[in-house]
């Protein structure tokens, strides 16, 4: 290794420009004719160096065999490019548990997961050269989502990242072990708010930054946005609406219509369109029922109550249908379980079972939300009845009630009934999805049900059955974010 002078003369500023230099000492003329500053001729030293890889040629030179270059080249680590996740076609609802997708890696079968959790520390880098997308959960703080609402002015948020998991082998379309089943999990977090303004989207500071929100409906009608949407976002943002008694802008039709225009509908997506009805109907009824006992009180409840019947309506046509599809396909959607294999407590000992895990959660939801709505109505009733309507002696047939509105399908006692069938269903839907945190927000519901009704002495025994399930819903939840820990994933997507 030899150090020598650089092989370029001249002074350093005519070098920098390119052009002749007169090599004039100390400074050359060229420069200071034109009153340049001259940058002189000292210059650093350079070190030719000849390598064995090289053949003894040096930097300078080209190499004598190209074959060294290129090896060295193809030696070199790359980082993978991101895999991208394509499902294939046809299209499948949202809410089966399997979708089929594609990717640089072959054709994969995810099964659908999703846990509510600390986003900043769950999610570690992968340590493996394979991907530099590639990362481990730490899941070990695991708490179940706390639905109860906050009642504040605080916007609702929510978070979430897609990862995949391959199974080994999974580049063949084959896994070890003869299954190719892989998982897509969605890691969220969300609070339990839902403060809502009426200033259109592009004047609402909670609008324009929310970034879900700001891209459009149509934003979310591909594999993982849809899938991400309909199992993740839409439920949570529903129900955290529904229990502050917040309108919410997903009851926009282009909401409820523009995400699916690709993927089947399921009756889940179907309620729900009509449970995103019932948060402005609540903020309504909670600004009505301060009002001084006065005719305007009064009809306010009664336009109220039109506003009900139009939506009970709704209900009882979806509920129909679902039925007629079931009875035509020769089952039930539900029926009682059989009390010697049944894990039924007391006060619940017939428990509910159901032909699949969505009608589970679709009854779930339906029950859930009209113990919510069923108290809504009666509260409007005691308004038109205090304000001095029913005077009739048939309160059904009094002209302040909407006509075919039978009040004894609101009465606290039916109501119960309703939060029974919750509590009845919740332990087969818990047992059979993998998304436990959707029972978080039903589970609440009762909940305040039974607590309401315990101030006049009743529901001790629900109250408690409430307590035990809520350990339940914790256990699965840490089981499965232990399940969840041990696999190695890829982040391909992240929402919010």
Known sequence: MVGVPGKYKGCNTCRARRVACDNGRPFCKKCTDYGRECGGYERETVFIVGTPDDKGRCSSHPPRNQQSSKKSKSSEVRPA???????????????????????????????????????????????????????????????????????????????????????????????????????????????????YSNEPPWKSPAALADRIREPGPAAYQAFPAHHFYARVYRPSAIWSSLLNRQPTFLCSPEWTVVPWERHPRTPLDDLLDIVVLLPSIFSRADRTTPLEVSAPRRLKAKDL?????????QFDIWYSMMHQRYEESGSLPYWVADTMTSDGQVPFPDVFNFPSPLMGLVHVYYWAALVTFHQCIYSLLDIIFESGGGS????SMDPEIPVGMDLQRYQPAQTRI?????????????????QPDLLAAPLCVVTDFYNRIGRYGEGEYERIWCAGFQGRLEAKGREVSSWLQEKKWIDIRQFG
């Open 81 to 195: 490019e991101k895999l991208e996740f394509i499902a294939t076609e046809p299209w499948q609802p949202a809410w089966l548990d399997v979708v089929s997708t594609s990717s640089a890696a072959g054709p994969h079968s995810l099964r659908f997961v999703a846990l509510q959790t600390n986003l900043r520390s769950a999610i570690r880098n992968g340590s493996g050269p394979s991907r530099g997308n590639d990362v481990s959960l730490s899941l070990n703080r695991f708490t179940t989502l706390n639905a109860n609402p906050t009642f504040n002015n605080e916007a609702f948020k929510l978070k979430s990242r897609c990862l995949i998991h391959l199974p080994p082998g999974s580049n063949s379309g084959l896994a070890v072990g003869g299954s190719s089943e892989g998982l897509c999990l969605f890691l969220y977090e969300q609070n339990s708010s839902a403060a």
């Open 305 to 313: 109550l039109s506003n009900c019947a139009n939506i009970e309506r």
């Open 392 to 395: 009739s002696s048939d309160p």
């Open 418 to 434: 309703l939060a029974a069938n919750v509590c009845r269903s919740l332990d087969f839907t818990l047992q059979t999805i993998e």
